[in-house]
């Protein structure tokens, strides 16, 4: 394997262990001292390394670090492009580059450009292996008990893993409860969020407990949006996603709703106030240019409207993440759930069906198609604004998204809802679709315990797929987590 082939994340144990033969020196010769080699950024796009202290020459900078296999892959990657890596203080690369000793940020910062290779106190290939070993025992999950749990009934695990299932899916439901309080108390001091910040009555909150508390059409609508929007934010983007929703809420987007293109009027409140859409002025295409001026048009006609919160680019993150999960497009597809909460009374349409429809087969298709959305105009070609894609969109919202929506939201509010209003029966409808559901995608985690466990065929179940998770992150998770691990209990007595 060629040096430069090598694998980033092996060099950031090399940095986090700081095991140098020499000092580390700029080409210049001033001394380099880690004061504080940072916080692995695991969670989102950009740095490497967040929050570390490097000595260069008399000057102690505090920043971050980006890691890289060669020189050249800082502007490979578009880091010299991209905001996120405005406040990188040192370059460090595993193989050097004759004359290259800086890199630039994208305001044009010089930033000191440093080889690692000739510092690494053991060979390079001791340093790799001693990585690689350690990379492969942090991977994402191994069960203390797995050739043991092997050995117990199947019916067993799978009756084990159902309970945790059904934990799991109460818990969704207490915290979905919470929100739908906060919104309905936030409704009755006609409060906007988030422009004010507070903290909630939880005396007034916990007042909240029967049915006509909870009659307000709007705050179910708002919950629903607020959820599926997290939803679409996956891990890296969810938080914003939902600040997003929560800024362009029900009160305003009503005001619009006997609009015939309601959805272009969406698309343009979100991309305006989320703080992606590009100059108007300086567009690349024409494509680009007619669908941005139309939305800047929407925009102009309901921005008097608006008194909420703007965002900006920077908040957003596009790398590391698949094209068809870029925030664009997940806007887009959320536009089109808004107009179909709002304009095509999805609520109700779904509630309906839980009441009405007793094939389970039936109802799942149906919740399928409510929160698949197709990709259709300007979004099927561009992942972004400045430039048409190589390859076109078919879903902004696929089959696997959808289903993550059916299960983690539409399932627990549903059962929430037909609780509070007494309609056991739809709500056992629910439970019994919950225990019955196919999902279509995969997930790394689910798939690691499913084949601890040897329950190979029990990852597509939605139960038993909420059940693994709720084991790993309620027992696996955590320091000598078997002795409260309800499978723990089992092998290790």
Sequence with gaps: ????????????????????????RTKDGDIISVLDAGVENKDTGGPDFKNARIKIGHLTFCGDVEIDGTYSDWKNHGHNLNKHY??????????????????????????????????????LRTAMHDAILKERNSRIFTMPCSELAKELDVNEKV????????????????????????????????????????????????????????????????????????????????????????????????????IDNFVQYVEAALFNISGLMPDIYNLPDEETSEYTRSLAKFWSEIKPSYSGITFSEEDWHFYGQRPINFPTIRIAGGSRLINRILKDNLIHRL??????????????RIMKNYFRVEAEGY????????????????????????????????????????????????????????????????NRLVKEISESLGLKKATHRAILYQGMIELFRGNCGYVEPCKTCPIGEKVFC
């Design 351 to 364: 509630l309906k069906s839980f009441e009405e429809v007793d094939n389970l087969i039936v109802l799942e």
């Design 86 to 123: 405005n406040k990188v203080v040192l370059h460090a690369v595993l193989q050097s580059t004759p004359k290259q000793n800086h890199v630039y940020s994208s305001e044009g910062r010089k930033i000191q450009s440093i080889s690692i290779e000739e510092c690494i106190s053991t060979s």
């Design 159 to 258: 009756e084990i893993i159902t309970q945790l299932g059904i934990k799991r899916f109460k818990n969704k439901k207490k915290k979905i409860l919470v929100r739908l309080k906060e919104l309905k108390y936030l409704k009755e001091i006609n409060l906007s969020e988030p422009v004010v910040k507070y903290d909630f009555d939880q005396t007034q909150l916990e007042k909240y407990s029967s049915p006509d508390d909870f009659k307000s059409k709007a705050i179910w609508q708002q919950l629903l949006i607020e959820s599926v929007f997290e939803a679409l934010g996956y891990s890296k983007n969810k938080e914003i996603m939902v600040k997003l929703a929560r800024s362009v809420d029900i009160e305003f987007l009503s005001l619009y709703l006997d």
């Design 1 to 24: 394997m060629g040096k430069s082939n090598i694998k980033e994340k092996f060099l950031y144990e090399i940095w986090k262990k700081q095991d140098f033969l020499r000092t580390l």
């Design 379 to 442: 979004w099927t070609k561009h992942f972004v604004f400045d430039k048409p894609s190589d390859v076109d969109a078919k879903y902004f919202v696929g089959t696997s998204r959808a289903d993550e929506i059916i299960v983690n939201i539409i399932l627990p509010i549903a059962h929430l809802y037909f609780e509070i209003f007494g309609k056991e029966k739809a709500a056992a409808n629910v439970i019994r679709l919950y225990t019955n559901y196919s999902l279509h995608g995969d």
